[in-house]
């Protein structure tokens, strides 16, 4: 016991807090898709991963790669960049006088990777636990997807 003490300190080892159900809107850019030239895909993906905690999606949009109408939505952005694979390319931002809305861009991966960055972050902002710029980058510890033959996720090298 006084190893683990040692290794840990005096605070607690995890904390276990409760998912929150939450409305979740989900904009989906890109001018491929807001033109009409393919068929969208990846909202009924992410639609399936929001559905996971019980909660609803109460909104769809697409925009065109156009930044203004993205950056209308975002307050503040908390990382830009992950480093975490799959899902380098994911950002992070939260709207709202006490961060109460969680802002998510995701890279192409969500759509065909079993786990990516997003389901590492999904869970706690489920569980309203405030994600930051340094908690992201200690998820650079470990990190990559190794495409395990049975999933033990989150058990794994991707969250170490």
């Known amino acids: 016991m006084e190893s683990v003490k040692k290794a840990v300190g005096e605070g607690s080892i995890f904390t276990l807090l409760p998912f929150a159900k939450k409305k979740v809107g989900i904009v989906t850019t890109g001018n491929e898709v807001f033109h009409g030239r393919i068929k969208d ?21 697409l925009s065109s790669d156009d930044p203004e109408m993205e950056i209308e939505c975002i307050n503040r952005v ?25 802002i998510m861009g995701l890279p192409g991966c969500v759509m065909y990777e079993g786990r990516t960055i997003f389901d590492l972050i999904l869970p706690r902002i489920f569980a309203n636990d405030i994600v930051t710029k340094e908690s992201m980058d200690r998820l650079g510890m470990g990190g990559f997807c190794m495409h395990c033959k049975v999933c033990n996720f989150p058990n794994c090298a991707l969250v170490s």
């Open 41 to 61: 895909t990846f909202t009924p993906v992410v639609k399936g991963k929001i559905a996971e905690y019980g909660s609803e999606v109460i909104a769809t949009e």
């Open 78 to 102: 908390v990382s830009y960049g992950a480093p975490v694979l799959p899902g380098a390319m994911f950002m992070l931002a939260y709207k709202g006088k006490n961060d109460e809305t969680a």
